[in-house]
C-alpha cells in the first residue's frame, strides 16, 4: 500500500510512505476464557507481589499454542502482574482503598504468536484497612449562651470525617475533659447539649476537648496500623451581663504647655470595662470644666486636645469632670476629675512699675551713696519671673553700680554737678534662646494584615507535579517593626494535597492531585502580623479547581461481548452494543468506537457503539470475531479494545472444559490462600 499524509494548508504539502502488510496464518479461534467477568479481592495494605486471584483461558480444540497473559488496560500505574504462564494476578505496588476502591483489569489471552486475542473483565475490589484518623473540619470553635437557657440547649456541633470505610470510617464522639459536667455530647452526631442551667457568677470559659474515634478492630498484626483518637477544643462562654462599670486606668492629673498650637494632644484618657462586647465598650464624655471649649475630647480614642490658645497668665489648671459610659443596657458610667496644669512659658516681657525714675544725689560724696531703687514685674511663673537688673552702657553710666538682684542703684565716683548735672541712665531687655526637641513616635499595632483579595481562585492540571507552586499570596500591614511583618498560614482541610510557605505566602502541592478523587478544594488563608502584644490578622478564602488531564483509559462494561443473531436477520439490524465508561472529562472522557479490522458484514457505530449487520449472513452455522477499539479524544489519546463474538444460533457454543481430569501437588502445612 501507498499510504498519503497531507496537510491543510493554503499550499499543501505531502508525503508518501509504502506499507508492506503481511498477512500470516493464524489459528481459527482465540483461547476464550472461562468467565466473561472475575471478581476477587484484596486488603488495601497486602503486602507486594501477594495472590490476588487466577485467570483461565481454554485452548480452541485440537490447538497445539500455549496460552500467555497480559494485562491490556485499566492499570496505569503497574498496580498489579499477572502470570503470563498461569493467569496468577498478583499485587505489585501498595494499595489504596481511599485512592480506588476498585479496580478494573482488561486480561488478554493469547495463542502463541497468533495476533487473535480474546479479553476478560476483572474486578478487584480494595478492601478497606483502618489506617486512616477521623479528621476534625476545623481544629477549634467558639460558642456563646446565655445562663438562661435550659438544659438540654443544643450549642455546638462536632463534625469530623474518616476516609476509611464501614467500621473504619464510623465515628464516635466524646468528651475527654473532666472540667465541667455541665455539658454531653451525643457520641453519634457530635452534638453539645447543656446538662444543666448556668450561672452568671459562674466561671466564664470553660474549654472541652471533644474525641473523635473510629470503630474498626484492633490489628492482628504489629503491621497493621492503629486506631488514631483526634480531638477538638470548644470554647463555650457564658453570655455577658453588664455588671461592671468602666475604671479609669490614666492618671488625673495632666501638664500643657501654655503655648502648645490648636490641636496639640494634652492628655489620652483610657478606662476599662471586664464585660463582653457591647457591655465593655467604652466611650468618653466632658461634663464640666470646659465652658469655654477650651478642650474637645474624642469619645472613642479618648484623645484630650486643645481646640484653641491657651495662655497661663489667664488661667493656670483647668478641672474637667469626665465619663466613662458602656454601651450596655442599662448603660453604667464612672466619672474622674482631670485636672490639667498650664505650665508656664517665658512669654512675658518684665515691665517697670514706672516708665520714668527721677531722684537727686548731692555732690562731693563718698562713692556708695544711695541713689535710687527701681522695681519690675514680671507675668510669667518661676524661673521665668526672676528678674536681673543691669545698667545699659550710656553716657556716664560708670558712674553708677546697679544691684542686680534688688534694683539698688549707687555711685562709684564723686559726683560734680558743675562737671555734669543730670544722667540718663538705661533696666536692660529680656534675652531668651530656643532649642529644638525631636519626638519619636513609636508604632502601635493599630493595622491589620490586608489581602490584596478576599477570594482567590485557581485552576492546576490534575499531573502537576508535587512540590509545585500554584499560587503566590500577599498581604501588607501599614505597621511597623514586628507590627507590620507578616506570616501566612492555612485553616481548613486541604486534604493533605496544599501547604504554603509562612514567609512567602506561596501556596505550593504537597501531593499528587487527582481530578477523578477530588475536582476542587476550598480552604483559606491567614496572614497574621508579628506582634509580642495582641496580633492581628485577616483571612482569605482560596478556590482551587482541578483541570482534567487525559491520564483514563477507557474501560469496556463486558469483554469479550457475545452476541446470538438469527441467520434471517435483515440488514442495517443493531446486533449487539458495546458500553465504555472513561471517568476523564470533556474530550478526554468522550470515546469513538472502530473495528480494527475491517469488514463487509458489520459495521460500528463511532458514537453509540452498535454493531449494525451490513449484508445478509452468508449460513445459518455463520460465526465471527470482531475487535473493537474505544478511542477517547484526548491528546494523544488513550484506547482500551474488546472482542465481539457473533454466532448464529446453531453456532452456540457449548461450554467445556479444556481438560477432563486436573491435577496438582500441594505441600502439606501450605498458607490459606496459597496457589
Given at each position: ?374 522695681e519690675a514685674m514680671d507675668r510669667d511663673a518661676g ?59 513609636l508604632d502601635e499595632n493599630d493595622h491589620s494584615p ?226
Amino acid at each position: 500500500l501507498t499510504v498519503s499524509a497531507r496537510d491543510g494548508g493554503g499550499l499543501p504539502s505531502a508525503t508518501n510512505a509504502a506499507v508492506t502488510v503481511n498477512i500470516l496464518q493464524t489459528a481459527s479461534a482465540p483461547a476464550i476464557f472461562e468467565r466473561a467477568r472475575y471478581t476477587f479481592a484484596v486488603p488495601e495494605d497486602a503486602p507486594e507481589d501477594t495472590p490476588v486471584g487466577t485467570v483461565k483461558a481454554r485452548e480452541p480444540p485440537n490447538s497445539l499454542e500455549v496460552v500467555s497473559y497480559q494485562i491490556s488496560s485499566g492499570d496505569p500505574h503497574g498496580r498489579f502482574s499477572i502470570d503470563s504462564q498461569f493467569g496468577i494476578i498478583r499485587t505489585k505496588k501498595q494499595l489504596d482503598h481511599e485512592t480506588q476502591s476498585v479496580v478494573v483489569l482488561t486480561v488478554q489471552s493469547q495463542l502463541g504468536d497468533s495476533p487473535v486475542y480474546s479479553s476478560t473483565q476483572v474486578n478487584i475490589s480494595v478492601i478497606d484497612v483502618n489506617d486512616n484518623p477521623p479528621v476534625f473540619l476545623t481544629k477549634s470553635g467558639k460558642v456563646t449562651i446565655s445562663h438562661t437557657q435550659p438544659p438540654g440547649t443544643a450549642v455546638y456541633i462536632a463534625h469530623a470525617e474518616d476516609k476509611d470505610s464501614g467500621l473504619n470510617g464510623a465515628i464516635k464522639y466524646s468528651i475527654k475533659s473532666k472540667q465541667s459536667s455541665a455539658f454531653s455530647i451525643d457520641p453519634s452526631l457530635g452534638v453539645v447539649n447543656l446538662t444543666r442551667t448556668m450561672f452568671a457568677d459562674e466561671q466564664q470559659e470553660y474549654t472541652l476537648h471533644i474525641a473523635a474515634e473510629d470503630c474498626g478492630s484492633p490489628p492482628l498484626t504489629s503491621l497493621l496500623m492503629l486506631t488514631v483518637l483526634d480531638s477538638q477544643a470548644v470554647k463555650i462562654v457564658i453570655l455577658d451581663i453588664n455588671d461592671n462599670s468602666p475604671s479609669f486606668m490614666s492618671s488625673p492629673l495632666s501638664y500643657v504647655m501654655e503655648d502648645a498650637e490648636a490641636g496639640f494632644l494634652v492628655h489620652h484618657i483610657i478606662a476599662k470595662d471586664p464585660d463582653e462586647g457591647r457591655n465593655g465598650h467604652v466611650t468618653y464624655h466632658i461634663l464640666s470644666g470646659n465652658e469655654n471649649k477650651t478642650f474637645v475630647l474624642d469619645k472613642i480614642t479618648g484623645l484630650l486636645t486643645t481646640a484653641q490658645l491657651l495662655d497661663r497668665e489667664i488661667q493656670e489648671s483647668y478641672s474637667l469632670t469626665v465619663m466613662a459610659l458602656d454601651d450596655g443596657s442599662p448603660a453604667l458610667s464612672a466619672t474622674q476629675i482631670l485636672t490639667i496644669i498650664v505650665v508656664d512659658v517665658n512669654d512675658e516681657t518684665p515691665m517697670f512699675l514706672k516708665q520714668l525714675y527721677e531722684t537727686a544725689v548731692h555732690e562731693n560724696q563718698d562713692p556708695g551713696e544711695f541713689v535710687i531703687k527701681v522695681e519690675a514685674m514680671d507675668r510669667d511663673a518661676g524661673l521665668n519671673s526672676l528678674l536681673r537688673y543691669e545698667i545699659l552702657p550710656g553716657s556716664g553710666y560708670e558712674k553708677f553700680r546697679m544691684n542686680s538682684d534688688s534694683g539698688e542703684i549707687v555711685t562709684t565716683a564723686s559726683l560734680d554737678k558743675e562737671t555734669q548735672e543730670v544722667f540718663s541712665i538705661k533696666g536692660s531687655p529680656s534675652r531668651s534662646s530656643t532649642a529644638q526637641v525631636y519626638l519619636t513616635v513609636l508604632d502601635e499595632n493599630d493595622h491589620s494584615p490586608l489581602f490584596a483579595k478576599t477570594q482567590y481562585q485557581i485552576s492546576v492540571r490534575e499531573d502537576l507535579e508535587e512540590g509545585s507552586a500554584i499560587l503566590d499570596l500577599f498581604a501588607s500591614d501599614e505597621d511597623d517593626g514586628l507590627n507590620g511583618k507578616v506570616t501566612y498560614s492555612l485553616i481548613d482541610d486541604t486534604f493533605g494535597a496544599f501547604a504554603i510557605n509562612s514567609v512567602t505566602g506561596s501556596i505550593v502541592t504537597t501531593k499528587a492531585l487527582d481530578r477523578e478523587t477530588k475536582s476542587h478544594y476550598t480552604f483559606r488563608a491567614v496572614a497574621s502580623d508579628c506582634s509580642t502584644h495582641l496580633p492581628r490578622s485577616t483571612t482569605a478564602s482560596v478556590v482551587v479547581h482541578i483541570d482534567d488531564v487525559n491520564d483514563n483509559d477507557p474501560v469496556f462494561l463486558q469483554n469479550p461481548i457475545r452476541a446470538f443473531v438469527p441467520a434471517e436477520t435483515p440488514v442495517n439490524e443493531t446486533v449487539a452494543t458495546v458500553r465504555v465508561e472513561d471517568v476523564d472529562l470533556g474530550p478526554n472522557g468522550a470515546v469513538v468506537f472502530s473495528l480494527m479490522v475491517a469488514e463487509t458484514v458489520f459495521q460500528i457505530d463511532a458514537k453509540t457503539g452498535d454493531i449494525i449487520l451490513q449484508e445478509p449472513l452468508a449460513s445459518k452455522d455463520f460465526s465471527t470475531q470482531l475487535l473493537v477499539m474505544a478511542s477517547d479524544q484526548g491528546i494523544p489519546p488513550r484506547t482500551a479494545t474488546a472482542m465481539v463474538i457473533i454466532f448464529t444460533e446453531e453456532q452456540e457454543e457449548e461450554i467445556l472444559f479444556s481438560h477432563s481430569a486436573y491435577e496438582a501437588s500441594v505441600p502439606e502445612n501450605s498458607a490459606a490462600g496459597g496457589y
